[in-house]
Nanobody
């Protein structure tokens, strides 16, 4: 079982930036960030392949968020710029351990991932 621990969340004003980190207990294949606001479904934020060359973003964060990974440190990052109040949510890091390739049109599907972190709260004030 892969263990994931998120960090870096907090309270920021709109327009500012935060960087989330996710420490992973061992190397995995695709990794992603999802978020969930109160009363809403879990929403896809960003995903990254093993090499880091392939990245994918949800429409609401394109151009503002950047996902990256450092395989030497078994860590995935989410740089969040130009934050908005609607970005307020618990952010979850997730990993895919299956060797079968993750199809591009499935990167935002919760069931394609095998392990989840406990989440970190991000609150953006207006």
């Amino acid at each position: 079982q892969v263990q994931l621990v998120e960090s870096g969340g907090g309270l920021v004003q709109a327009g500012n930036s935060l960087r989330l980190s996710c420490a992973v207990s061992r190397q995995t294949y695709s990794m992603a960030w999802f978020r969930q606001a109160p009363g809403k479904d879990r929403e896809f934020v960003a995903a990254i392949g093993w090499s880091g060359d392939n990245t994918y973003y949800g429409d609401s964060v394109k151009g503002r968020f950047t996902i990256s990974r450092d395989n030497a440190k078994n860590t995935v990052y989410l740089q969040m710029n130009s934050l908005k109040p609607e970005d307020t949510a618990v952010y979850y890091c997730t990993a895919r351990s299956r060797e079968s390739p993750l199809e591009r049109h499935r990167v935002g599907v919760v069931d394609e991932y095998d392990s989840w972190g406990q989440g970190t709260q991000v609150t953006v004030s207006s």
